[in-house]
């Protein structure tokens, strides 16, 4: 018999900790099945953003009056389109989604919303939720510019979206963050404080991009690379002592049952896979699962529970690595050895 | 009983719905609007009166939709079809054989004018009266109520009597004008539709199984006899007619009659009529008996067969004289066809002394006032009658128009409210709405009319809204004096458009303003404001583009300007208003997702707080309006005609001053002055690289670059801005990039397609769009310079490149097409290289409506004179009409040759072996050979001088102007060469003539408001193509290179700009018939139109448009097809969803947008595979071997 998979998050059951999250294979019921039969456990279904639900409408709006009543020839109440249904513009789109997976999946399915005021939060969460999400997960995905918020600003920002929706509404609740916050724990703690269930690190933005062309700006997804599960994982085994209660889900750079293993030994719930999946298809997880089974027997691990938080910052062997002091190691280290030619140099 | 509010095409298009199983439809302007509403309702599987969804078919042109039905209904189906002016013409041959075959159909046409010395898209009968010998029954329809009424009347009656039937009602006038009228159920049709003559129709259908032959052909022993075995059919529709309307009438309460006599029954003076006019008439009648006049009015609903008897019984024994108004011409007949009717009906009457009197009125949508029927039966009582009059214009050429009462008005008790706005702000959408709710929600009768001007950028839209508690059977613009309500949806109006002329005494003046109450006043124009103060207006005003833009509505301030009207019009409750329109915009934007709800109703209930009420001072404060002004030394006829057409009172130019045959000078549109953009582009030369890119993509040709020597800076404005032009040739020459202030729309194409940003600042480019109010003042007198600056010599430049092409004068400006149209710059590109030796055939479409729609061309002379001169014959015969101008100048060019030739030894052999022998490849050897028939022309004069009697001198000098190799150019869009125009186009190709044909591919129908043509994507949706084409676009080069001699390129300037000069130069250059399909972008395809030309890019680096070339050549090695553009980089899909018309069909149906989008990139990549294969493909062109001994013997004879 193999070693138990099984895991909480969110106060959900999961068969494994292996969770697929929001990104174009979630995006549709036949991947999601795709996923499911794969063996994830569960699945994020991809945001639905204030803005494109209410925006995207009003474009597109826009475009189909394009024309209408300008010209005698072309006095059609319809413009130059024809008048077609839209039964999904705004909100239906995701809300459709999560319907259509709820009765497709027997995973649990969990829906992520990205919004700007309070009300849109709780708004736009409430219709997930009412759709039948499983949880839902609040996409904190925001990128600071003005000079006049202050950082209190935008974590008080965050902590009222929790505080809204958590006391509008019943179901599990994740808050996806982004790492670029000078005071984590305290922020993680005051997240807590205010209901959320469980945390998901990190958010990877969209990184904008300069066209050396057209020295334009564009903004495109690059798919993650494993090394990037560090950074989560640094964090995950700080903030797993502190925060002894809360699901954790590490996300970014998890593409192997390697990062797997880190993430779970370092306190994570659930490992979030997306550019694996993208880049190996959905039945990636298979395979992702057989390495943290084989490397869970061959380090005679019984269960995740086992695992689950066993070299965090508390029980680590040297907790220092977790902190800056390591960093100062292994730059000299590496700086040593690149003078020296060694293998870090090459 | 149900009210609702439709127009006249929405009326007419249920019923024959309801009553078909097959429709054949191609659309054509005014009748467009009834094949969309089928289409779209077959699409939505809307069932018939017998529960099942009728086919709909969209044909290649009207005589294929002909076709299709008379098929259709030999088949036993129910057809219908629709259509006007010439698509009706081109029906006529079915037309014939179906009402031959007495095969019951009905077929609905919005009356408009058949083209003739001008195309009009409105209405008149020309187009019934030419088809009254085929056949049909026809039956007219005066009103929204009767397009709807008469609709099942014709459809019933056809199949009692199987002759079929033409319905017909006014162009414009009821196919467009929104009444409130009472729908029929499907019990009415069902009640009159009989079953057993459905039956009988489905017996007569071809069957295998009960064969016949039908359609044969007949020798004179039987075939007049066979003719007249239809007689008793005929003899029975009226009687068939009345027996419906009868049916009709006790079901529903409305009695109709072959005829009808309105008026005093002791009438002493009676017009006849029919059609829309009929409301106006009627009207006057009333209004002149209830003052004691002895008048009364004929309305004549069945013209074929025409009831003679009811005609003549109609008329009262009382009456002295008649009139018989025909809204038709027929040049050099004795009468128009009406009056010759009713001549015959009263001469069978026995009443041949009654006097009549001929009225020709409305021809074009022509308008025909009250004023004008009154003057019509004035002129019945007047002593001295003339036999032949005309309504509505003034005759001072031949005299026939009478002399009118203008301040006559008939008395009414309808609210009259009048709008402006442009057609970009949805006012007209607004005023619709509006009418709707009056209409639908109170006892009122209501009706809304909507005048559109003949631009599509900036274009001005009046609405004429009327409801009162009597039905409205004004079938005219609301008259100056007389509206209760007027609005201006647009402050700049108030600087071109007379706007107050309609208010009467105390009427309300809503105005959205810029400006807040208390300081309006002063910036409205010095007329405005004595208006204002004459007619004791009240001034309200509310800043509606504030309030839309705040809720991200952008330009369309329809939601917010309603409840205004509303409010101050008091039509209905204020709450119940709001409430109403706040239902409408649920209704309307439902289907756009809660944002669009939200925000428009939120627009709603912002509206009202921000309306003001201006307290008005006593003095008038403003300016006078600025005035258009022509140079001092134009033509008079400029000054006559083309300036008071633009100010928009072209109905009041007598006959005298309009050209008979249609001619009109170019180079007018650079005389409207419209300032429509709110953005211009700023130049800056210090990071300007020349390349001229800016130019070639300006779809108005009001950004422009010039080189001249720089010593003629001098006198340049202040802050005049130039550079050194780097140029091998021209040295010591500075460039202008300059923009044209009151022409540029503001598109922002050239800032878009500017490569050159500062190394400094990457956000600032060369060309920066800037706001153009600090602009305007600022460019208008660095304009002025520029264009006062000569003209390269186009010698000099080097045309094939995109910066030499921009040197070159555009001989086509400031078109009133789309702003960012993706068809102008080729239009203008061809007119840089080839316009002072160009002539253009035109299909009718876009390119003829923004080419040649009056008040002004932009096709334009050069400054030496010399220009594009340009004609449009019709949409269907282009490619024939081209040939047949390049037949008749080769024509007068082989005559200049032979007598070249004869007149050597005289002229000069030297002059004249030059003329003969030169090729004309480059724009060098042009000015020479231009120089040379100079001097030609000089020595004929002086032989001429010298006594030399020869008659083929004079001949000669008169045709010499032909040596000029002349570059004949057919263009128009994909609608015509794709489809109605295929045909003619293939055997123009195939005819080896020297013609280039110029297809700009929109793949849609775009003038005619977006349906599908066979140029048109799979995938894409369309009108006529609802839910995404199904079938791949048509490959049309692919034709044409069949050929083998056929130059044909595909291009796409956006993409590749010197691709497409070169392949127009080749075109050019080909001594045989070339084609040149050019990828235009339009606002038919849902992008950024500021984007236009960089989205050409995606388009070819996405394999959606490929770019090739394909050159015949008569090398035995030689490889025709070049393929100029890359592999595919990028995938079909993400193109793809950047368009609307294929991203709403990703959000409607995503599972067969998926399918659909996968069969494109097949399309794509296939065609590409293909392409690639060609690229390396060796073709001859067949061509004469010099030595006979290489041929087959048996060619010999052949060669020789």
């Known amino acids: 018999m193999g070693p138990d998979l099984t895991t909480q998050y969110l106060g959900l059951a999961l068969r494994s900790p292996l969770v697929a999250s929001a990104g174009p294979l979630t995006g549709r019921v036949e991947t999601l099945q795709a996923l499911q039969d794969a063996g994830v456990a569960a699945v994020v279904l991809p945001s639905l953003f204030e803005e494109e639900v209410e925006e995207d409408p009003l474009r597109l709006s826009d475009r189909l009056d394009t024309g209408v009543g300008t010209f005698a020839e072309a006095t059609g109440d319809t413009g130059f389109f024809p008048d077609l249904d839209f039964d999904d513009l705004g909100p239906g789109v995701h809300l459709r989604l999560v319907e259509d997976a709820k009765s497709a999946l027997e995973v649990p399915v969990i829906a992520s919303v990205n919004a700007r005021s309070a009300g849109a939060w709780v708004r736009y969460a409430r219709m997930l939720a009412d759709a039948g999400a499983d949880a839902i997960e609040l996409n904190l995905y925001d990128v600071v510019t003005d000079p006049d918020e202050d950082a209190d600003a935008v974590e008080d920002r965050v902590n009222a979206a929790v505080r809204a929706v958590r006391s509008e509404l019943s179901v599990p609740l994740a808050v996806k963050i982004s790492p670029f916050y000078s005071a984590l724990p305290a922020l993680a703690c005051r997240i807590a404080e205010e209901g959320a269930d469980g945390l998901v690190l990190f958010n990877r933005f969209y990184q904008p991009d300069i066209d050396l062309d057209t020295l334009g700006v564009s903004a495109s997804v690059a798919l993650s690379h494993p090394s990037e599960v560090r950074l989560p994982l640094r964090w995950i085994g700080i903030l797993r002592p502190l925060l002894p209660g809360m699901s954790l889900a590490a996300t970014s750079g998890v593409h192997t049952g390697t990062e797997v293993v880190k993430v779970l030994l370092a306190g994570a719930d659930v490992a979030m896979m997306t550019s694996a999946l993208l880049r190996n298809g959905p039945a990636h997880v298979g395979q992702v699962e057989a390495e943290l089974v084989a490397w869970m027997s061959e380090h005679e691990y019984s269960s995740v529970r086992q695992m689950r938080g066993s070299v965090s910052y508390r029980t680590a062997p040297d907790r220092a690595s977790y902190e800056r002091a390591q960093y100062i190691r292994t730059l000299s280290s590496y700086l040593l050895d690149h003078a020296l030619g060694g293998a870090h140099g090459q | ?1200």
Not at chain 2, 607 to 636: F, M, Y
Not at chain 2, 701 to 722: C, H, M, N
Not at chain 2, 881 to 888: S, V
Not at chain 2, 917 to 925: M, R, T, Y
């Open chain 2, 1 to 1200: 009983m149900t009210w609702v509010c439709l127009d006249g095409n929405d009326a007419a298009a249920r019923v024959a719905y309801s009553l078909s199983e097959v429709l054949a439809i191609y659309p054509i302007t005014p009748a467009s609007p009834m094949g969309e509403a089928v289409d779209a309702w077959s699409g939505t599987d809307r069932p018939n009166l017998w529960g099942e969804v009728p086919t709909v078919v969209e044909m290649q042109s009207e005589a294929g939709a002909a076709g299709a039905l008379h098929g259709a209904i030999q088949a036993g189906a129910l057809g219908s079809t629709f259509t006007a002016s010439q698509g009706l013409l081109l029906m006529v041959p079915n037309m014939f054989k179906i009402a031959g075959e007495l095969t019951p159909t009905v077929i609905h046409v919005a009356a408009r004018a058949v083209a003739t010395h001008a195309l009009s898209i409105f209405g008149d009968h020309s187009d019934v009266m030419s088809t009254r010998s085929t056949g049909f029954a026809m039956l007219a329809s005066s009103s929204v109520q009767e397009a709807h009424d008469l609709a099942l009347v014709s459809h019933a009656a056809t199949l009692r009597c199987r002759v079929p039937f033409l319905h017909f009602f006014d162009g414009f006038r009821t196919s467009h004008e929104i009444g409130k009228i009472t729908v029929l159920e499907p019990e009415h049709l069902r009640a009159l539709v009989r079953e057993q003559d459905v039956t009988a129709h489905r017996d007569r259908g071809l069957s295998p199984e009960h064969p016949v032959v039908r359609g044969t052909a007949q020798n004179p022993d039987v075939f007049f006899a066979s003719r007249e075995g239809a007689n008793p059919f005929y003899a029975a529709v009226p009687g068939v007619v009345t027996e419906v309307m009868d049916e009709l009438a006790v079901l529903v309460g409305r009695r109709y009659r072959l005829v009808e006599y309105v008026g005093d029954p002791e009438a002493e003076r009676v017009v006849v009529l029919m059609g829309s006019a009929v409301g106006a008439v009627t009207e006057v009648v009333d209004a002149l008996r209830a003052d004691g006049e002895k008048v009364g009015a004929v309305v004549v609903r069945l013209f074929r067969p025409f009831p003679s008897d009811e005609v003549a019984a109609a008329i009262p024994s009382t009456a002295r004289a008649v009139a018989v108004m025909d809204r038709t011409k027929e040049p050099g007949a004795p009468a128009e066809p009406l009056y010759l009717d009713v001549l015959s009906a009263l001469h069978a009457a026995g009443r041949s002394d009654l006097p009549l009197v001929g009225a020709r009125y409305g021809l074009g949508s022509a308008e025909l006032r009250p004023r004008d029927v009154k003057a019509l039966l004035d002129h019945l009582g007047a002593p001295h009658r003339a036999g032949s009059v005309t309504l509505g214009i003034t005759d001072d050429l031949s005299g026939t128009s009478l002399p009118v009462d203008d301040s006559f008005r008939v008395p009414s008790r309808a609210v009259q409210a009048v709008f402006y706005g442009l057609g970009s702000d949805g006012t007209v959408g607004a005023n619709k709405t509006a009418i709707t709710i009056i209409g639908e929600q109170t006892d009122l009768y209501a009706q809304g009319y909507f005048v559109y001007d003949s631009k599509k950028a900036g274009s001005v839209t009046v609405s004429h809204l009327r409801f009162g508690p009597d039905p409205i059977r004004s079938t005219y613009l609301v008259e100056d004096d007389t509206a209760d309500f007027v609005a201006c949806h647009q402050f700049s109006l108030l600087e071109r458009i007379d706007v107050l002329a309609a208010a009467r005494p105390r009427a309300t003046f809503l105005l959205n303003s810029p400006y807040p109450a208390d300081e309006v006043w002063d910036h409205l124009p010095a007329e405005v404001q004595q208006q204002v103060l004459d007619k004791s207006l009240d001034l309200w005003v509310i800043d509606a583009h504030r309030v839309a833009r705040r809720l991200g509505l952008g330009a369309r301030i329809n939601t917010v300007m309603q409840p205004c009207f509303f409010a101050l019009s008091s039509v209905l409750p204020e709450q119940a208003a709001l409430e109403a329109l706040k239902d409408a915009v649920r209704s309307r934007y439902a289907k756009r997702g809660p944002s669009v709800v939200e925000r428009n109703l939120a627009a709603i209930d912002a509206s009202l707080e921000q309306l003001r009420h201006v307290s008005v001072p006593t003095e008038v404060t403003g300016g006078p309006r600025p005035r258009l002004t022509v140079p001092a030394d134009a033509a008079a006829f400029l000054t006559d005609v083309t300036v008071p057409l633009i100010a928009g009172q072209g109905a009041g130019l007598p006959v005298s001053l309009l050209p008979a045959d249609g001619t009109y000078p170019t180079g007018t549109a650079r005389l409207e002055k419209r300032a429509l953009a709110r953005d211009l582009p700023m130049w800056d030369p210090s990071i300007c690289i020349d390349c001229g890119k800016c130019a070639i993509v300006c779809p108005h040709a009001a950004i422009r670059t010039k080189v001249f020597e720089s010593d003629l800076l001098a006198g340049a404005p202040e802050g005049y801005q130039s550079k050194p032009y780097r140029d091998r040739t021209l040295v010591d020459h500075v460039l202008t990039v300059q923009v044209a202030p009151d022409d540029c729309t503001g598109c922002g194409i050239c800032v878009d397609v500017c490569p050159a940003r500062s190394k400094e600042d990457a956000s600032h480019k060369a060309l920066d769009l800037v706001p153009a109010g600090e602009r305007r003042d600022v460019e208008r007198p660095r304009w002025d310079f520029f264009l006062s600056r000569p003209e390269v010599d186009r010698a000099a430049v080097r045309r094939e490149t995109v910066k030499g092409s921009q040197l070159l004068q555009p001989l086509f400006e400031f078109s009133g097409a789309c702003s960012g149209c993706g068809e102008t710059p080729y239009v203008k590109l061809v007119s840089q290289l080839f316009g002072d030796r160009m002539v253009v055939a035109n299909a009718t479409g876009c390119s003829s409506i923004y080419g040649g729609n009056l008040p002004t061309t932009p096709w334009a002379p050069g400054a030496d004179g010399r220009g594009p001169a340009w004609s449009n014959s019709l949409f269907e015969d282009n490619a024939e009409f081209g040939l047949g101008l390049r037949l008749g100048i080769d024509a007068h060019t082989d005559q200049a040759r032979r007598l070249l030739s004869e007149l050597g030894p005289w002229l000069g052999d030297e002059l004249v072996s030059a003329l003969l022998l030169s090729d004309q490849q480059d724009e060098a050897e042009i000015a020479r050979q231009r120089v040379r028939i100079e001097a030609l022309r000089q020595r004929i004069a002086r032989l001429v001088d010298e006594g030399d009697s020869d008659e083929r001198l004079p001949r000669l000098a008169l045709l010499a102007d032909n040596l000029v190799r002349r570059s004949v150019w057919a263009m128009g869009g994909d609608g015509w060469a794709y489809d109605i125009g295929f045909g003619g186009l293939d055997q123009v190709l195939s005819s080896g003539a020297d013609i280039n044909v110029l297809v700009m591919d929109t793949e849609v129908y775009s003038n005619t408001g977006g349906q599908a043509s066979k140029a048109t994507p799979r995938g894409a949706t369309a009108k006529f193509a609802v839910a995404g084409k199904s079938s791949a676009k048509k490959d049309l080069g692919a034709f044409a290179r069949a050929y083998g001699n056929v130059y044909v390129a595909q291009v796409a300037l956006g993409a590749n700009e010197i691709q497409t000069v070169r392949a127009l130069v080749e075109a050019d250059a080909w001594r045989g018939p070339s084609l040149v399909i050019a990828y235009s972008t339009c606002i038919a395809h849902g992008i950024d139109m500021a984007t236009s030309m960089t989205h050409q890019k995606d388009a070819v680096a996405s394999g959606y448009w490929e770019l090739y070339r394909y050159h015949p050549a008569e090398g035995e090695h030689t490889v025709p097809f070049h393929l100029d553009s890359k592999a595919p980089t990028q995938p079909l899909r993400d193109f793809l969803l950047a368009e609307t018309r294929f991203s709403a069909l990703a959000r409607s149906d995503p599972t067969r947008a998926r399918a659909l989008f996968s069969l494109a990139q097949q399309d794509v990549s296939e065609r590409r595979r293909y392409y690639e294969q060609l690229a390396a493909v060796q073709r001859t062109m067949a061509h004469t071997v010099a030595d006979p001994d290489e041929l087959p013997e048996s060619a010999d004879e052949e060669v020789e």
